[in-house]
């Protein structure tokens, strides 16, 4: 290959998601000479993970960065409430956590990665290539040396120290690279749509259960962000049930939209997100670290893959920032990565395997009850832990911060 199709830096991050562009910009800062590759050509894509929680926000803050994100439009929701048959249940009010942030921002996945990126590219070693496909891992004597990557020009290779697979789910790189998955089977598959707001609407973001449904619906300011969740494997049973019998079946569950599920058209409108939970093993090999969904899949239960994927980011550049600056990754550093993530990964995955099962499933059943243990109850009467669901989704597990050096 000529030399000018090869790329060199000190960190090849694949993919230009949440975790990508977060870790390029803190290495960035740190002085790490980084290179992010991204396969489309902008990051316009609807329904991806856009709820940012308490912990991301504390994190930007200390970036100095929480201010101008805040300029972006976007809107901001206190309390997590469920609306069943004849009664509201808040289900976390994080007005009462103790942060300079106590709310969930909603914001598109692009605008954030645009501001994200924008910051980045202060950096003068800091290098996005869009249009850019990762398309095979460079291995050299056991150790991933890079990634050969497609652009409109041609192919290119990208020559690394380390190599950053933060490309989603559905990575191809884990095979490459022999790193092993463990699966789970969540029971639930989600539609996602959207419906217009109108004046009167109530500003609430809010779950719906009952007669057999679950439906959570968002407030973007303009439009409601819809989630229609139904069992694993059921949506050409829906589809084939008609168009017709899902709007009637929306506004059934969710009355104040009755009105509108006409701007429904078509079957172009809902998109399928089949969900999955799963976790590498192990996310690294010589020369090669995976985060972010790339390394563990989360369900879209509680909004928190964004903030994992982001946590992780931090968590990495915290750890990798000072070996990448003097030249060399060792096996260690790696599996410190993982040794931090990995434990709140699992919990929260924990969390969402409950809820799935015990509240959202039982919920799209024939009594269309969400079923929640007595014992579960009793517990979240009492004071001490009354708060817990919302620092859960506030701060996760094991909060990340940046680290000042």
């Given at each position: 290959?000529?030399?000018?199709?090869?790329?060199?830096?000190?960190?090849?991050?694949?993919?230009?998601?949440?975790?990508?562009?977060?870790?390029?910009?803190?290495?960035?800062?740190?002085?790490?000479?980084?290179?992010?590759?991204?396969?489309?050509?902008?990051?316009?894509?609807?329904?991806?993970?856009?709820?940012?929680?308490?912990?991301?926000?504390?994190?930007?803050?200390?970036?100095?960065?929480?201010?101008?994100?805040?300029?972006?439009?976007?809107?901001?929701?206190?309390?997590?409430?469920?609306?069943?048959?004849?009664?509201?249940?808040?289900?976390?009010?994080?007005?009462?956590?103790?942060?300079?942030?106590?709310?969930?921002?909603?914001?598109?996945?692009?605008?954030?990665?645009?501001?994200?990126?924008?910051?980045?590219?202060?950096?003068?070693?800091?290098?996005?290539?869009?249009?850019?496909?990762?398309?095979?891992?460079?291995?050299?004597?056991?150790?991933?040396?890079?990634?050969?990557?497609?652009?409109?020009?041609?192919?290119?290779?990208?020559?690394?120290?380390?190599?950053?697979?933060?490309?989603?789910?559905?990575?191809p790189f884990r095979e490459q690279a022999g790193l092993k998955m463990v699966r789970t089977s969540p029971p639930i598959d989600v539609l996602w749509f959207r419906l217009s707001r109108q004046r009167g609407d109530p500003e609430d973001t809010s779950g719906y259960a009952g007669r057999g449904r679950f439906m959570v619906v968002i407030n973007r300011g303009e439009y409601w962000q819809i989630a229609y969740v139904i069992r694993k494997g059921e949506y050409e049973s829906v589809r084939d049930a008609g168009l017709d019998a899902f709007r009637r079946t929306v506004g059934e569950t969710v009355p104040v939209l009755a009105d509108r599920t006409g701007e429904l058209q078509d079957w172009k409108a809902v998109k399928l997100l089949s969900v999955q939970a799963d976790r590498l093993r192990r996310w690294h090999r010589p020369g090669l670290l995976c985060i972010g969904d790339a390394a563990h899949a989360m369900s879209p239960v509680g909004g928190v893959g964004i903030n994992l994927a982001i946590a992780d980011a931090v968590a990495a550049a915290n750890i990798l920032a000072v070996p990448l600056k003097k030249g060399r990754i060792r096996s260690r550093d790696l599996i410190a990565v993982q040794l931090r993530r990995e434990l709140p990964t699992r919990t929260i995955q924990a969390f969402q395997s409950v809820a799935q099962r015990r509240v959202i499933s039982s919920s799209l059943g024939p009594d269309g009850a969400p079923s929640v243990p007595a014992l579960v109850k009793l517990i979240l009467r009492l004071r001490p832990v009354r708060d817990l669901p919302a620092r859960i989704i506030a701060f996760g597990i094991w909060p990340e911060h940046v680290k000042r050096r």
């Open positions: 290959m000529k030399t000018e199709e090869i790329r060199r830096a000190t960190c090849c991050v694949i993919g230009c998601g949440p975790a990508g562009a977060m870790l390029g910009l803190m290495l960035a800062r740190e002085g790490v000479d980084v290179l992010v590759l991204e396969k489309h050509a902008d990051f316009l894509r609807d329904f991806r993970g856009d709820t940012l929680h308490p912990s991301t926000m504390e994190i930007m803050d200390e970036l100095g960065l929480a201010d101008g994100l805040l300029d972006v439009k976007r809107t901001k929701v206190p309390r997590i409430e469920a609306r069943l048959p004849g009664r509201t249940v808040t289900v976390a009010d994080l007005s009462r956590l103790k942060t300079r942030y106590p709310y969930i921002t909603f914001m598109p996945q692009w605008d954030f990665l645009d501001y994200v990126t924008g910051e980045a590219k202060r950096y003068p070693n800091f290098r996005l290539e869009m249009e850019a496909e990762a398309k095979e891992l460079i291995l050299e004597d056991g150790t991933v040396r890079g990634i050969c990557y497609e652009t409109p020009d041609g192919p290119r290779e990208a020559r690394a120290i380390l190599t950053v697979a933060a490309d989603g789910r559905s990575s």
